[in-house]
């Protein structure tokens, strides 16, 4: 265990710890985001060898996403207590046992049961990474770190499809997770040699606010779905009711509490607030496209699946170019100026898809996308560094929670508002509309994430 300073701004580590705590890093994020990629790819597959419908076959995804999104803040909160460290290489060991379970799995409930347990273990790598990235760069080289966390995950989104495609050529299904063993092996290996410690919080895990927020989380996500996809008003009605009535007595819990499961003591801070609701639009933003782009090249544009797949390969790689860049400049440009920038880029690059003719040429197509996903590399990393600087360093782990949190809460809320415009309108206009409404909202975000130069606290604040 490498051990650093404890004062008011981290010092970091230096040289050859640095590197082999940020490959431990790297490697466990890129194991979790990894592994989502290619499930999504392999559906189909499983959904023929394990005999079941391709819609029941969608909870080997929901699955996870779910048991992730609920987690994550509990877990951020669990490394304030026991440290960031001890909890990452806790949810590596979850996630290759999970792994060995999903693979040795012969029917569709006990895949899903793996996939809630590897779901926690890749909730536990999520919501501590960024608060061990704090402690692994001094705050002066932060962006960096945050930079190259943003490309590694963005790294894993565009390697997904590719992996997945290889090993279902030459192997089935099961051999997607029996990969995550060795790499789990690895990244566990550099976890328990390399990691910081980091200050733990003398306090007892709030086990009543994690049953509340999983009580209200859980219910809102599958009332809000039922509704995106034309369920019975009255059964969405039932599971939105709970969620809300659980989440109204989370609040009021959390309010007087000193280090709430919910940080409704950082939301208070308005840079805070501010950063966090603008990564929580982008990634709505960012769903817009990735869920609608499919199904407006294949049914609007005629093009192949196989072609729509690498249409959108530029996507995945400006991302990572653009986060790439970055890094090189978001210590020393304040994060609101890049990161409106960045989503003004994103704006435009959907309105150029939105307005494409009938018959575009794939340079066309690849070229706005490009536009499009460079422009939110250059948003995600000086924002998520807003948020995490904005935060006490005692609250990291909280913050570093919330940084996935605005991710998982944007996806998923991305994905209904599309299935929300696919049933209210047509198959032909809704993935053209969606684009529209896609780059509406990087808008707001962009003009949300500018007012942060004219806020005099957050003039004063060193995140901006």
């Known amino acids: 265990m490498v051990p650093i300073m404890m004062n008011d701004r981290p010092d970091g580590l230096e040289g050859a710890a640095r590197t082999r705590a940020m490959a431990a890093v790297a490697l466990s994020i890129l194991l979790s985001v990894l592994d989502y990629a290619v499930a999504n790819v392999a559906l189909p597959t499983i959904a023929h060898d394990l005999h079941t419908t391709p819609s029941a076959s ?61 779901g926690l273990g890749g909730a536990c790598i999520m919501g501590v990474n960024l608060s061990l990235v704090r402690f692994i760069y001094p705050a002066s080289q932060l962006g960096r770190g945050v930079a190259l966390n943003g490309l590694v995950i963005a790294t894993g989104v565009a390697l997904g499809p590719s992996v997945a495609s290889a090993v279902l050529s030459v192997a089935t299904w099961p051999f997607l997770f029996w990969i995550n063993l060795p790499l789990g092996a690895a990244a566990l290996w550099l976890a328990f040699g390399s990691l910081p410690e980091t200050p733990r919080v003398n306090r007892r895990f709030d086990v009543a606010s994690a049953l509340l927020l999983a009580f209200a989380l859980g219910p809102l996500v599958v009332g809000l779905d039922s509704l995106a996809h034309g369920a019975e008003l009255s059964g969405a009605a039932g599971f939105l ?166 991710r998982l809460f944007g996806q998923t809320i991305g994905a209904m508002l599309v299935a929300s415009a696919f049933a209210l309108l047509s198959s032909g206009p809704a993935p053209r509309a969606c684009m529209g409404f896609g780059a509406a909202v990087a808008l707001g975000g962009a003009l949300l994430s500018a007012s942060r130069m004219l806020d005099p606290a957050a003039r004063r604040a060193r995140a901006a």
């Open 58 to 118: 969608i909870w080997v995804v929901n699955a996870y996403q779910l048991a992730s999104l609920i987690a994550l803040l509990p877990v951020a909160a669990l490394g304030e207590i026991l440290g960031a460290a001890y909890l990452c290489r806790i949810g590596l060991t979850v996630f290759i046992g999970a792994s060995a379970l999903c693979a040795l799995s012969d029917s569709l409930p006990e895949l899903a049961a793996a996939r809630v347990l590897q």
């Open 241 to 406: 009711l709970v969620g809300v009535v659980c989440a109204v007595l989370l609040v009021r819990r959390e309010r007087s509490r000193a280090s709430p499961l919910l940080p409704v003591d950082l939301l208070v801070l308005g840079p805070f607030r501010t950063a966090f609701s603008v990564g929580f639009l982008g990634f709505i933003a960012s769903n817009f496209f990735i869920v609608a782009m499919p199904f407006f090249l294949e049914a609007g544009l005629g093009r192949s699946a196989v072609q729509t797949g690498l249409l959108m390969t530029p996507w995945a790689t400006c991302v990572a170019l653009g986060s790439f860049l970055v890094g090189r400049i978001t210590d020393s440009v304040r994060p609101a100026v890049i990161s409106s920038a960045g989503l003004l880029v994103t704006a435009l690059g959907f309105l150029l898809l939105a307005s494409m003719s009938a018959h575009p040429s794939n340079f066309g197509i690849c070229s706005r996308i490009g536009l499009a996903g460079f422009g939110f590399g250059l948003f995600q990393p000086p924002n998520n560094r807003a948020i995490l600087l904005t935060a006490p360093l005692t609250r990291s782990g909280a913050a570093s929670g919330m940084v996935s949190a605005a």
